[in-house]
């Protein structure tokens, strides 16, 4: 089986560990993304993982084999990075071939393997060009010619879109999510944009300064934050986070935003919170409803500037003078979204979090 582990990993320079401890299951042929803001130790862990950098504690297990003492050459991995690592004297069927030549593989089984993975790539007319020759794209697809070409047992990739427009960015996702469908090869990939995470996942790792916040697929990522970074990471836009207590109206549980303002709250269930405890009310701007659902009260809200996005836009208004952000179809009729002046929330959708510990209180909903 070719699967990554990780086991208590921890990475420290001097005395300050970057990564505190992660534990990692990354099953054979699955595609994993590690997400997070600059800095949170995502590529260190990645270059841990492929032996570029040494780990201060814990174990590393590539395919059944503790790698901790084990050379990157050896470790049967392929890197694909941010700036392609390209060498500018060769042209792509020599960079393409270059990993082969050092392991002094047979002329015509290299001249094979660079013509069966051109061909995966469409590089074929490229061969003898030169990166200074190519796109970003094209580079791109060179750098994982070199890296597809060795048949490696993990793939490693290091935010290897965000050198790239935005248009070309989609295009070439589109192109890695079809390569791991027809590989097969066990994937781990390093990005802070949660849209390539949530694009080309089978399991998204959300972490933050060292520490893993929760893992899971895209949609349970999504639909269940286990805390307010992970809600406000994953989503675009972010969620709406507004600060409250928890009240009691009519036996019905409310958020009291701190002036006065009342967001009708989901029953809880299977989760403990007193009666005036500091809570966060989580709405994700796909979730507001801006017609009567029949049942829920309205929120107050204004309206600060309308984002036309043609079939869709972008309402920026304030609750209780805290920023809101309304997405909401629209097929390029906005004549009417300044007028809004209230809104209603999808119950089934509402998270509630700990305003002290920033922890998810509910994942199951009554009403």
């Known amino acids: 089986m070719s699967g990554v582990q990780l086991r208590q990993?921890?990475?420290?320079?001097?005395?300050?560990?970057?990564?505190?401890?992660i534990d990692l299951d990354v099953a054979e042929q699955e595609f994993v993304v590690l997400v997070g803001p600059s800095g949170c130790g995502k590529s260190t862990t990645l270059r841990m993982i492929a032996g570029l950098e040494e780990i201060s504690d814990g174990t590393i297990d590539i395919d059944g084999r503790v790698v901790n003492e084990v050379a990157p050459k050896d470790r049967d991995v392929a890197m694909v990075f941010q700036n392609y690592a390209l060498y500018p004297h060769l042209n792509v069927a020599d960079n393409i071939a270059f990993g082969l030549r050092i392991r002094?593989?047979?002329k015509d089984e290299i001249e094979r393997s660079v013509q069966e993975v051109a061909g995966i790539l469409g590089l074929t007319d490229?061969?003898?060009r030169r990166p200074a020759d190519l796109s970003g794209g094209q580079r791109q697809r060179v750098a994982m010619g070199r890296a597809i070409v060795r048949h490696p047992k993990v793939f490693?990739?290091?935010?290897?879109l965000s050198n790239?427009?935005?248009q070309l960015r989609t295009q070439m996702r589109a192109e890695i999510k079809r390569l791991h469908a027809r590989l097969g090869v066990t994937s781990i990939y390093v990005t802070h944009d949660q849209v390539e995470a949530m694009t080309l996942a089978d399991r998204i790792v959300v972490m933050s300064d060292g520490h893993i916040e929760q893992i899971g697929t895209p949609m349970e990522l999504f639909m269940?934050?286990?805390n307010r970074f992970v809600a406000s990471f994953i989503g675009s836009p972010p969620m709406n986070q507004l600060e409250g207590q928890l009240?009691?109206?009519?036996d019905k549980p409310v958020a009291a935003l701190d002036d006065g303002t009342q967001i009708p709250l989901p029953s809880f269930k299977g989760a403990v919170a007193n009666e005036g405890s500091r809570i966060v009310v989580g709405i994700r701007p796909e979730d507001v409803l801006l017609q009567n659902p029949g049942s829920g009260d309205a929120v107050p809200i204004e309206v600060n500037l309308i984002e036309p996005l043609g079939s869709e836009a972008l309402i920026h208004a304030s609750v209780a003078n805290h920023p809101f952000v309304i997405k909401t179809d629209t097929y390029g009729d906005i004549s009417h979204l300044s007028d809004i002046d209230k809104f209603h929330?999808?119950?089934?959708?509402i998270k509630v979090f700990d305003e002290a510990s920033g922890q998810s209180l509910i994942s199951h909903y009554k009403g």
């Open 164 to 166: 790239l427009d935005a």
């Open 247 to 250: 009240r009691h109206v009519n």
């Open 9 to 21: 990993v921890v990475k420290r320079y001097g005395d300050i560990d970057v990564v505190h401890g």
């Open 345 to 349: 929330v999808d119950m089934s959708r």
């Open 126 to 128: 490229y061969l003898e």
């Open 104 to 106: 002094r593989v047979a």
């Open 156 to 160: 490693l990739f290091d935010e290897p």
């Open 224 to 226: 269940n934050p286990a």
